[in-house]
């Protein structure tokens, strides 16, 4: 087949569909005055209305116009690099290449990357903050309102010059059924690049396909377009803030679009650099990463200098949208609020020095990968601490089951997922042995199609009353949600599977044993894409057809007192324009505020060395309880049979010990009395705002799924059951005692005036 006829065609329809939808709710909507019949003059007005739209929208310097140039320009090249995607699945249906050729399908991966993570997710994130970071932080518009359209209007030719290959090959197919071959040469020489969206020298310098050279130019305007768009945030949270914004309450959403902005400011313009170089190399004979001068290797460090901090580019102003948006479904402020904002920092310094793990199979110093895998795990620290509060943050809250939240949620699982699974590769032997296969297209999908687009969605309905004044058809939108999360999971987790069992990726053609599931994976993407369809309809038909806005708080923010400024901005417009009453709820009740808590279940203010004695000494009592209490459940199990005694004899060959069941147990005891009482005093610190037992309870839960698959030895049917079961039990038994213990300890420091 071909791919420049079918993908053309796909846009076009996609188009024309959008367009025909735009002219049918305009007919709809729009009252005729004179019976129904449109008039010449109403066309003229019609076309003098438009042209000045136009030009409206080509000169404008408002923030909030811009932003919504930035989303629609986001909107449109993650349609076109979906469509990338789903003609790489549908080529995937089948073992071999008998839809596209193994070329064809080398360019589409080059071409849906690039444009997905450069031309996609960006833009998206800086009209989003185009359009309500300023209100968020009292501005008056942003910094540099000029320089902020011209960041915007780089982007469209940049797009066109990547994308230039697909555009001039369909022109080439047009003039082919006129002129001769001859003629036309160019247009039917010209292809869409397909040398892997990392260009990797020497490919990408030898490959003669003069698409490479109009792609790098593309690329290097783009990055001007990011870094102008960073340093107007930069300038505008650090100028142009309202006098009662400090750093110490500036929003959540603010702080992590510093933060990317600042990571743009120094991984872009190296990027460039290196581009640059890569255009010398081909067209002038330079030998930056030639073998015999700077060398391929070079091209690697300089690309993943930018491409891991894009990682977090691309993931922290998501995670800021995480933690402004779940709050408002949950009815209580964002827990941790001083943490995430360390941990965004944190992420943002610690992306720097990471890079060098996408190079574990290539020559680097193997010093320098023991360096660079330390580091690497050592980043999900940050990124576990924004984890534990956005699920802290749920924790007992009013949960209000609408699309953003169903939206935040599944951000959250897949970011879990996707993760851990990036933990593994963090470290260098299982990193060699999964490289290049699709546990990594599976681990990084999780993330980038994941939490991100989720989190793009979930803002669009989350703001769509404040940018619209309508509301959107929210059964739609809920069903929307779910189906987008469920096609991520089926289509990335297969290819999690796959890849762990080995299958390359990169590759059109593959052994015909993983067909089915690459099928099903297909199937998960198709859920994507149609997901994604009913988004953008409920987006465009709900602009014109959608429920006026009635209110002035229409998400109910002030009777959980997250009425935020931007919302305040609104009320005003809505008073001042329709002469609406600002709304107010029937009660209020306070949000969690963590500086309104107990400091700790024992604490209390003291020195270093006495908090450090007093937990300690309290957890020892606690676990020591806790464990006897466990005994009996433990013991009943191994007297019963389904409990294998020896299995405590691993835990003592673990630690370098002989396998002696005895020595297993009194390690055993020694975690239960030390060890899990500690981690429990930091677990309930993260659970506020709930009863000490069921704290407990759900603690020991946790842990008992740990302790059945580390001391299962085979049992199968009822000994399973039995052996499930009394662990079960036993566990509860140590909570239990964990937390009886600690209460009456308290109790006793109350009464002593201890607290």
Not at 195 to 200: E, K
Not at 353 to 362: E, P
Not at 556 to 564: E, M, V, Y
Not at 735 to 754: D, I, K, M
Request: with cysteine; proline share 5%; glycine share 10%.
């Amino acid at each position: 087949m071909n791919r420049a006829v079918v993908e053309g065609s796909a846009l076009a329809l996609l188009a024309t569909a959008i367009l025909a939808l735009w002219f049918y709710s305009r007919h709809t909507v729009r009252p005729e005055s004179d019976g129904g019949y449109t008039t010449r003059e109403e066309i003229r007005f019609e076309i003098g209305r438009l042209q000045s739209e136009v030009y409206r929208w080509l000169t404008t310097t408002n923030h909030r116009d811009i932003g919504i140039l930035y989303i629609v320009f986001g909107t449109v090249a993650g349609l076109w690099g979906g469509v990338d995607a789903m003609m790489l699945r549908t080529e995937l249906l089948t073992p071999p290449a008998d839809i596209w050729t193994p070329e064809t399908y080398n360019a589409l991966f080059t071409t849906h990357g690039l444009t997905m993570l450069i031309f996609f997710v960006l833009p998206v994130f800086f009209g989003i903050g185009n359009y309500v970071l300023p209100l968020l932080i009292g501005a008056d518009d942003m910094a540099f309102p000029r320089v902020n359209a011209i960041g915007f209007w780089l982007l469209p030719p940049a797009l066109l010059l990547v994308r230039m290959g697909l555009l001039v090959q369909v022109g080439g197919q047009v003039l082919s059924l006129v002129f001769p071959e001859d003629a036309i040469r160019f247009f039917l020489t010209v292809r869409e690049v397909s040398v892997g969206w990392t260009l990797y020298a020497p490919l990408s310098v030898q490959q003669p396909n003069p698409q490479i050279d109009m792609l790098l130019l593309g690329l290097h305007l783009s990055g001007i377009a990011t870094t102008v768009g960073a340093i107007n945030f930069i300038a505008t949270v650090a100028y142009e803030r309202a006098e009662d914004v400090t750093w110490a309450n500036l929003d959540i959403f603010s702080w992590n679009m510093l933060v990317t902005s600042g990571l743009a400011l120094f991984a872009f313009p190296l990027l460039g650099s290196a581009l640059v170089m890569l255009l010398l190399d081909r067209n002038l004979g330079t030998t930056f990463f030639a073998t015999g001068g700077g060398g391929p290797i070079l091209w690697q460090h300089l690309f993943w200098f930018w491409g891991h901090p894009e990682v977090y580019i691309l993931f922290l102003p998501a995670s800021g949208l995480m933690s402004t948006l779940l709050p408002k479904f949950v009815g209580r402020k964002l827990f941790g609020y001083k943490f995430v904002v360390y941990s965004t920092l944190g992420l943002g310094v610690l992306s720097f020095g990471v890079w060098a793990h996408h190079m574990f199979v290539s020559g680097v110093d193997p010093r320098l990968k023991a360096s660079f895998m330390a580091i690497s795990i050592a980043i999900a620290v940050p990124s576990a601490i924004k984890v534990f509060n956005w699920i802290t943050t749920m924790w007992d809250g009013d949960i209000d089951m609408s699309a953003p939240f169903i939206l935040c949620t599944g951000g959250i699982s897949t970011f879990i997922v996707g993760g851990v699974t990036g933990v593994f590769l963090a470290v260098v032997p299982i990193d060699v042995l999964y490289h290049g296969t699709y546990y990594v297209v599976g681990h990084f999908h999780l993330i980038v199609v994941g939490i991100i687009p989720f989190l793009m969605i979930a803002a669009s309905y989350y703001w769509y009353p404040l940018i619209t004044g309508r509301w959107y058809d929210t059964r739609l939108a809920k069903f929307q949600a779910v189906l987008i999360v469920f096609g991520s999971f089926v289509t990335f987790m297969t290819l999690l599977v796959v890849g762990g069992l080995g299958l390359p990726r990169r590759q059109a053609i593959y052994p015909v044993e993983y067909q089915l599931a690459q099928q099903i994976a297909t199937v998960g993407a198709y859920i994507i894409g149609l997901s994604a369809l009913l988004w953008l309809y409920n987006m465009l038909v709900s602009y014109w057809r959608g429920d006026v806005v009635q209110t002035t708080d229409p998400w109910g923010l002030k009777a959980t007192q997250q009425f935020t400024r931007e919302w305040q901005w609104f009320e005003e417009r809505m008073v001042d324009k329709y002469d609406l009453e600002p709304a107010e709820p029937d009660s209020t009740r306070r949000p969690y505020a963590p500086e309104l808590e107990p400091l700790g279940l024992l604490g209390g203010v003291g020195s270093v060395v006495e908090n450090v004695y007093r937990n300690a000494s309290m957890a020892a009592i606690g676990g020591f309880v806790g464990t006897v209490l466990m005994t009996g459940g433990i013991g009943t199990a191994v007297v019963v049979g389904v409990l294998d005694p020896a299995s405590f004899g691993e835990i003592a060959e673990l630690v370098g010990l002989p396998a002696d069941p005895l020595i297993g147990a009194g390690l055993f005891l020694v975690g239960g009395t030390v060890t899990w009482p500690l981690l429990f005093l930091a677990f309930q610190e993260y659970l506020p705002g709930r009863l000490l037992f069921e704290t407990g309870l759900v603690f020991s839960t946790l842990i008992f799924s740990g302790f059945a698959i580390a001391f299962y030895t085979g049992q199968s049917g009822l000994a399973l059951v039995g052996y499930l079961g009394f662990s079960l039990v036993a566990h509860w038994a140590y909570g239990l005692g964990l937390t009886v213990t600690f209460q009456y300890l308290r109790s006793r420091r109350r009464a002593r005036g201890g607290q």
